[in-house]
């Protein structure tokens, strides 16, 4: 595996569900982020991970909940969800922050809440 | 507040012609960085350009270069020479240039159709 990987790519689910997302990145970075992209907005930052400490948190939904375990993985738990919640969810890293370093993006997980 | 505006949801060109995208921002830092990302349909995205804002220089990547103008704060990308591959979602992104800072602000997006 190479660069940035999410699983899963695709998830449906309800709203009392229980789900988690998994983002892994193979570059050796020492940054992760969270973002959600959605039809006609801009990409929304959620929440960013420097060293395994969160960082960032931009007013995000208690029912999003991410974990950080170590520097290569990152995990985004969903509870309760709400429709509104369904969405593309992109994971990213970086060689730390600033601007001058470039972000590599996973692929996404298309999220459907039903 | 920081932001990005991109005014045109979505372009076309026709293959091998030229076409700019527009994206303007707001922000209140001395210095910063401006990006293009492009997304393709059901693929990663991927940096395409970047631009430093004390740099005056305008920022070029083989057949894309951007005109940046700092005191009007527009960043546009142009595309020379379109290619089928061209076509995607390309979205303008800022971040003040702080050390520890990790926050990226982009526009709506701009959806490119490339013309056979």
């Known amino acids: 595996e190479t660069g940035v990987t999410q699983t899963p790519r695709h998830l449906v689910m309800g709203m009392t569900n229980k789900k988690s997302l998994k983002c892994e990145q193979h570059?050796?970075?020492?940054?992760m982020y969270w973002y959600k992209q959605s039809a006609k907005k801009p990409l929304e930052l959620m929440f960013v991970?420097?060293?395994?400490?969160?960082?960032e948190n931009n007013s995000v939904p208690s029912r999003f909940s991410p974990e950080c375990p170590n520097s290569s993985h990152l995990f985004l738990h969903l509870h309760t969800l709400q429709p509104e919640d369904s969405a593309l969810y992109l994971c990213?890293?970086?060689?730390?922050?600033?601007?001058?370093?470039?972000?590599?993006f996973g692929p996404g997980t298309r999220l459907t809440v039903l | 507040a920081q932001t990005v505006t991109q005014s045109q949801p979505e372009m076309s060109v026709q293959e091998a012609e030229t076409v700019t995208l527009s994206c303007t921002y707001d922000?209140?830092?001395?210095?910063?960085?401006l990006f293009w990302y492009k997304q393709p349909p059901s693929r990663q995205m991927i940096l395409v350009i970047r631009?430093?804002?004390?740099?005056?220089q305008n920022a070029t990547e083989n057949r894309f270069s951007v005109n940046f103008q700092k005191a009007a704060k527009s960043f546009s990308l142009k595309i020379s020479d379109s290619q089928l591959g061209d076509a995607a979602m390309y979205f303008c992104?800022?971040?003040?240039?702080?050390?520890?800072?990790?926050?990226?602000?982009f526009g709506t997006g701009t959806r490119l159709k490339v013309l056979a």
């Open positions: 991970y420097s060293l395994e400490e969160r960082v």
């Open positions: 631009q430093e804002a004390y740099k005056q």
């Open positions: 570059l050796g970075h020492n940054a």
């Open positions: 992104a800022l971040t003040p240039h702080t050390s520890g800072t990790y926050k990226y602000i």
């Open positions: 922000t209140s830092e001395s210095d910063y960085y």
């Open positions: 990213a890293s970086s060689q730390g922050g600033g601007g001058r370093n470039e972000q590599f």
